[in-house]
């Protein structure tokens, strides 16, 4: 699966706020932020729709891997679209493509991609996510 571009590419959307000491001394969101975004977007699915307990469940999602390409600016005080699939899911890991949007522009002023690997949160050994988080990821891809 190749970048997505535009919000329709996308299963699910959320609205985002940026913050004052997002923007750096260019007037713009730094590069550091958009990763903050990713998580962010790719966490509430996790908690809300896949039921993660990140403080008591077995199970934990570590970040293998990540990439951002940038092609527009963000600033504050204007929110942040951000866009959610899954492009590729095992048993034990998953495969996120991200996108992010400025008000009112059909075109991602960011894409990227986010790996994360479940483990034993004790153990920090690859673990079989549970059934209700793999479901919920099954919903993120294009054609699930």
């Given at each position: 699966m190749g970048?997505?571009?535009s919000r329709a590419d996308y299963p699910h959307l959320t609205t985002l706020q940026t913050r004052w000491a997002d923007n750096?001394?260019?007037?713009h969101v730094n590069n550091v932020e958009y990763y903050?975004?990713?998580d962010t977007v790719i966490n509430r699915w996790l908690i809300g729709e896949g039921g993660l307990d990140i403080h008591g469940g077995g199970v934990i999602g570590v970040c293998a891997e990540s990439h951002c390409a940038y092609d527009r600016g963000l600033?504050?005080?204007?929110?942040?679209?951000?866009?959610?699939r899954v492009s590729e899911l095992g048993e034990t890991s998953v495969r996120y493509e991200i996108g992010l949007f400025a008000p009112g522009i059909e075109e991602a002023a960011a894409t990227g991609w986010f790996v994360?690997?479940?483990v034993d949160a004790g153990t920090r050994r690859?673990?079989?996510?549970?059934?209700?988080l793999r479901a919920s990821l099954e919903r993120?891809?294009?054609e699930g």
């Open positions: 970048a997505a571009g750096d001394v260019y007037g903050a975004f990713f600033a504050f005080p204007d929110d942040v679209e951000a866009g959610l994360h690997v479940f690859p673990a079989t996510m549970p059934a209700r993120l891809r294009p």
